[in-house]
């Protein structure tokens, strides 16, 4: 799953629009649309947008023996 396809899952868990995403992340609807396209987020933009969700962002490698990088 593309972190474009987790952004707008939890956007419609938080019933929130791309748009006011964009708004508070301070760019624009379009500009953020764009980026949604691309799939283009730094570690740093998706702490941004948990933090505006309300939520915790993590990134990690899971091995099948629970072991977690």
């Known amino acids: ?5 987790k952004i707008k899952m ?5 019933n929130m ?3 006011e ?3 508070q ?6 500009a953020f649309n764009q ?3 691309t799939d283009k987020f730094s570690s740093s933009d998706l702490e941004k947008i948990a933090l505006i969700l309300g939520c915790k962002w993590t990134a990690e490698f899971e091995f099948p ?3 977690k990088i």
Do not use: C, F, I, V
């Open 21 to 23: 995403l964009a708004r």
């Open 10 to 14: 939890a956007l419609a868990y938080k």
């Open 1 to 5: 799953m593309t972190n474009a396809q």
């Open 35 to 37: 980026r949604m396209k």
């Open 65 to 67: 023996d629970g072991t």
């Open 25 to 30: 992340l301070g760019t624009t609807p379009q």
């Open 17 to 19: 629009s791309e748009s």
